[in-house]
């Protein structure tokens, strides 16, 4: 069967002071009238056999408000945060060994959901076909520094588009992103991942055997999850597992993504007024030019002669900085 994994248990920092504990970014909306946890439940649930949640305890019950139809048992629950490789492994038990696992994000925007599925439907064949770990690589629309690149290597397919992957590179500053963007040869790193679940146990008990090693253990004896979670490092599924196994291929895609890592990305994905300004809620504006605005409170925001800048007013806080410099915030929340 084909099934997906989609990883709830993030809490989008940098979406700050609109993404905090108490309601993380995945159950927000943006450009969309629902939240982007329940596009993601929508989209795999149409293009899969099975969905199964990863999250936290704490966000069960914002689950259960925007999603109350989903099925109680589908969900999997972390002890506590240890980065996507332990997320991912131990969402991994609740699947069969000749199932095919998709494993996607809940907080990615995606639009063209015919090219989306077409896409899949290649990186499903693949695992089906060959013992590897596929990656679904976003085709680059502009030399963004955001974002991780997977550059490719030799194609793998005379009939589809797979190739082997070279190698993994973290985000780059602007001058290297430049010359990822006009080589055609580096794809956007998304985080979505297809792959036979016997070939994922053999590939993580190769690079990544202790982790392997706990999930046997727990196996054994389900009670015993939070001591055995405890005692695993956080460690990323790029850095433990993909940068290391040579069996990782890449699907090049070209639908709409967007993973709203930052407000600069929601700049991206608003509409935009005449004056160039994305804005959402109450504000009255004089000379305001190229600024994303929003507002989550009931009162009116001022602003004159402004341009270039992120302004966001909520509950939770205020946030004021320049566009294109929003990954800083994660310096602000320290």
Same mark, same amino acid.
């Given at each position: 069967m084909v099934k997906t994994l989609i990883m709830a248990g993030g809490m989008g920092e940098r979406l700050w002071p609109v993404s905090v504990k108490k309601r993380p970014k995945q159950f927000h909306g943006f450009g969309s009238s629902l939240t982007m946890i329940e596009d993601t439940v929508e989209r795999m649930g149409k293009v899969t056999d099975e969905v199964f949640i990863i999250t936290t305890g704490d966000q069960f019950p914002l689950i259960r408000y925007y999603i109350p139809h989903f099925p109680v048992e589908n969900v999997i629950f972390e002890p506590m945060g240890r980065n996507t490789a332990p997320a991912i492994a131990l969402g991994s038990t609740r699947f069969e060994a000749d199932d095919i696992m998709i494993v996607v994000p809940s907080d990615h925007i995606i639009r063209d959901e015919e090219t989306f599925v077409r896409t899949l439907k290649t990186a499903i064949s693949c695992a089906e076909k060959s013992d590897v770990l596929v990656t679904?690589?976003?085709?680059?629309?502009?030399?963004? &520094?955001?974002?991780? +690149?997977?550059?490719? =290597?030799?194609? !793998?397919?005379?009939?589809?588009?797979?190739?082997?992957? *070279?190698?993994?590179?973290?985000?780059?500053?602007?001058? &290297?992103?430049?010359? +990822?963007?006009?080589? =055609?040869?580096? !794809?956007?790193?998304?985080?979505?991942?297809?792959?036979? *679940?016997?070939?994922?146990?053999?590939?993580?008990?190769?690079?990544?055997?202790?982790?392997?090693?706990?999930?046997?253990? !727990?196996?054994?004896?389900?009670?015993?999850?939070?001591?055995i979670y405890e005692k695993l490092p956080k460690i990323s599924i790029d850095y433990g597992l993909m940068e290391k196994s040579s069996r990782v291929t890449v699907v090049p895609a070209s639908f709409y993504w967007n993973d709203i890592g930052s407000w600069d990305a929601v700049y991206d994905l608003m509409h935009k007024d005449n004056?160039?300004?994305?804005?959402?809620?109450?504000?009255?504006?004089?000379?305001?030019?190229?600024?994303?605005?929003?507002?989550?409170?009931?009162n009116s925001v001022g602003i004159a002669d402004l341009e270039g800048y992120i302004v966001v007013v909520s509950h939770e806080g205020t946030l004021v900085c320049r566009r294109g410099e929003s990954q800083n915030i994660k310096e602000i929340i320290k």
């Amino acid at each position: 069967m084909v099934k997906t994994l989609i990883m709830a248990g993030g809490m989008g920092e940098r979406l700050w002071p609109v993404s905090v504990k108490k309601r993380p970014k995945q159950f927000h909306g943006f450009g969309s009238s629902l939240t982007m946890i329940e596009d993601t439940v929508e989209r795999m649930g149409k293009v899969t056999d099975e969905v199964f949640i990863i999250t936290t305890g704490d966000q069960f019950p914002l689950i259960r408000y925007y999603i109350p139809h989903f099925p109680v048992e589908n969900v999997i629950f972390e002890p506590m945060g240890r980065n996507t490789a332990p997320a991912i492994a131990l969402g991994s038990t609740r699947f069969e060994a000749d199932d095919i696992m998709i494993v996607v994000p809940s907080d990615h925007i995606i639009r063209d959901e015919e090219t989306f599925v077409r896409t899949l439907k290649t990186a499903i064949s693949c695992a089906e076909k060959s013992d590897v770990l596929v990656t679904i690589g976003i085709t680059p629309t502009s030399p963004n &520094t955001g974002y991780g +690149y997977i550059e490719r =290597g030799n194609s !793998l397919s005379d009939t589809e588009e797979v190739f082997a992957v *070279k190698k993994f590179h973290e985000k780059p500053d602007y001058e &290297t992103a430049q010359h +990822y963007f006009q080589s =055609g040869k580096y !794809l956007w790193n998304s985080g979505m991942f297809v792959w036979r *679940k016997r070939v994922f146990d053999r590939e993580l008990a190769e690079h990544l055997p202790d982790l392997h090693g706990a999930m046997e253990k !727990l196996a054994r004896d389900p009670s015993k999850i939070e001591e055995i979670y405890e005692k695993l490092p956080k460690i990323s599924i790029d850095y433990g597992l993909m940068e290391k196994s040579s069996r990782v291929t890449v699907v090049p895609a070209s639908f709409y993504w967007n993973d709203i890592g930052s407000w600069d990305a929601v700049y991206d994905l608003m509409h935009k007024d005449n004056n160039g300004n994305a804005i959402s809620g109450d504000f009255s504006l004089y000379d305001v030019r190229n600024c994303l605005l929003i507002n989550h409170t009931k009162n009116s925001v001022g602003i004159a002669d402004l341009e270039g800048y992120i302004v966001v007013v909520s509950h939770e806080g205020t946030l004021v900085c320049r566009r294109g410099e929003s990954q800083n915030i994660k310096e602000i929340i320290k």
